[in-house]
């Protein structure tokens, strides 16, 4: 099942001329999806070994600090329009409830569109937002090795997919999804590729992993 969760908890700092929104991401936020999840599941027939999140935009930010906080309630995250280093994205890392998460692995897809300048990096190279998202991610997933240096390796290109996939242990764990031409948004082929290569091949064990 997929849930799409925006919070409504925003804060708005001045840092000179500019406006920088930054999700502010509380327990208040967590007990909600907490209850709606047992709720749901309490309800209905629902696999909860095979839980999944994907949200657009700010719901990419949602979304991220539910993997960062509580991997283990989710199977897999595919945000979209969406990475960590945006907006202000990037505080979440430094919370202290995430520098001490359960260690625990989550795949993440994440999709960036070429017009989409002005809040990501659609070709993720190291020191800019996309760059800097999936070394966070390479980190909280304990990743085999050295992380990537300059993104050439592991890249495929499917029509106007530019798709960069590194697995650990057989499992495509962190993936980046550029698309040419592509403007801020979701559609329904993006859905499908979530689903049929990602979601539904994957699942977690009765220990969480």
């Not at 709720?39 to 209905?44: L, Q």
Request: net charge negative; hydrophobic share 40%; charged share 20%.
């Amino acid at each position: 099942m997929n849930f799409h969760i925006m919070s409504a908890e925003l804060i708005i700092r001045m840092y000179g001329a500019h406006q920088i929104i930054i999700l502010v991401c509380i327990q208040q936020s967590l007990r909600f999806f907490q209850h709606m999840l047992n709720d749901v599941c309490a309800h209905h027939a629902i696999d909860r070994t095979r839980v999944f999140a994907s949200g657009t935009s700010m719901g990419n930010l949602m979304v991220q600090y539910l993997a960062l906080k509580k991997p283990q309630w989710l199977t897999a995250i595919a945000p979209t329009s969406g990475i960590i280093h945006m907006i202000g994205g990037e505080i979440m890392l430094n919370l202290d409830d995430v520098k001490h998460r359960d260690r625990i692995d989550i795949p993440v897809w994440m999709f960036g569109g070429e017009m989409e300048a002005w809040l990501l990096d659609w070709i993720p190279a190291p020191g800019n937002r996309t760059g800097k998202t999936l070394y966070a991610w390479w980190e909280l997933n304990q990743m085999h090795g050295d992380p990537p240096t300059d993104f050439t390796d592991s890249k495929t290109v499917m029509e106007r997919w530019h798709d960069w996939t590194y697995e650990k242990d057989g499992i495509p764990m962190l993936k980046f999804t550029g698309i040419d031409y592509y403007p801020h948004g979701s559609n329904p082929e993006m859905s499908y590729r979530i689903w049929t290569e990602f979601f539904s091949k994957l699942s977690r064990s009765a220990d969480g992993t």
